[in-house]
């Protein structure tokens, strides 16, 4: 529900319930104040998903695709645009969320992770993909660890050792130099006020249990190897040379 059905809604609701809203919503809605025009929409919605669910298969499955997209993703942009109301995080972007939350905003730091994450890695997939970066990328990867086959191996790696929920990056430090980290739940690289390893992210892979596990059930390994079936390498050299 967004706001404007959200308010429209309220003449469903308790004369007690309908006392809070205007506090809730910072708005004076008293001797029954129309809505105006105006009002500045700043909730975060689901962005669209550049192919369909099928089309990773037989790397990445329908169902899992349909529904990491359509209820996790989406309950992240949910409880993130709950938790954001009345604070200072309200007019931020996703990115200034990332780099200005503390561990004080837990429900802030998981959900606008999540928000980000998901965003974030929904477009270094795509169909007809995988294969090896090219250009400076390419370079890059071959200069910091020794082949692409060594950069695969260290960031599967990386996955495969995450305990529990997590992500694995490449990413770009403050010195334009690549490396690889794993965070924790919905963490990122970008949260500067909580990672230690900081920088911009250029690949992710999710590798919490809800991202494979139907297809292949406890083998994270193999998800990981289906990965580089579908790295948006483009995309990825764009992120890249972008920085
Ligand atoms: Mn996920």
């Known amino acids: 529900m967004n706001k404007r059905t959200f308010l429209k809604s309220i003449g469903f609701l308790t004369a007690a319930t309908f006392l809070q809203i205007p506090k809730i919503m910072g708005l004076n809605l008293e001797n029954n104040e129309i809505l105006p025009e105006t009002f500045?929409?700043?909730?975060?919605?689901?962005?669209?998903?550049?192919?369909?669910?099928d089309s990773l298969e037989p790397?990445?499955?329908?169902?899992?695709?349909?529904?990491?997209?359509?209820?996790?993703?989406?309950?992240?942009?949910?409880?993130l645009n709950e938790a954001i109301k009345n604070t200072p995080f309200e007019k931020m972007t996703l990115e200034e969320i990332q780099n200005k939350v503390t561990d004080k905003f837990p429900a802030i730091r998981n959900n606008g992770g999540g928000h980000y994450?998901?965003?974030?890695?929904?477009?270094?997939?795509?169909?007809?993909?995988?294969?090896?970066p090219t250009g400076k990328l390419a370079e890059n990867i071959k200069n910091t660890f020794g082949s692409f086959d060594k950069f695969k191996e260290q960031f599967a790696q990386a996955g495969k050792t995450r305990f529990g929920s997590g992500w694995v990056w490449l990413s770009v430090n403050k010195n334009k130099k690549l490396f690889i980290s794993s965070t924790a739940n919905q963490d990122n690289p970008l949260m500067t006020k909580?990672?230690?390893?900081?920088?911009t992210p250029i690949l992710g892979l999710d590798v919490w249990e809800h991202a494979y596990y139907l297809k292949y059930q406890n083998k994270r390994p193999d998800f990981i190897n289906a990965f580089w079936n579908v790295v948006n390498w483009k995309e990825v050299e764009k992120r890249f040379e972008n920085l």
């Open 117 to 132: 994450n998901h965003t974030f890695f929904w477009k270094n997939i795509a169909p007809n993909a995988g294969g090896e």
């Open 194 to 199: 909580i990672v230690n390893e900081k920088g």
């Open 40 to 53: 500045k929409e700043t909730e975060f919605s689901l962005p669209n998903l550049d192919y369909a669910y």
């Open 59 to 79: 790397y990445f499955d329908k169902m899992t695709m349909e529904i990491h997209y359509s209820k996790h993703h989406a309950a992240y942009i949910k409880n």
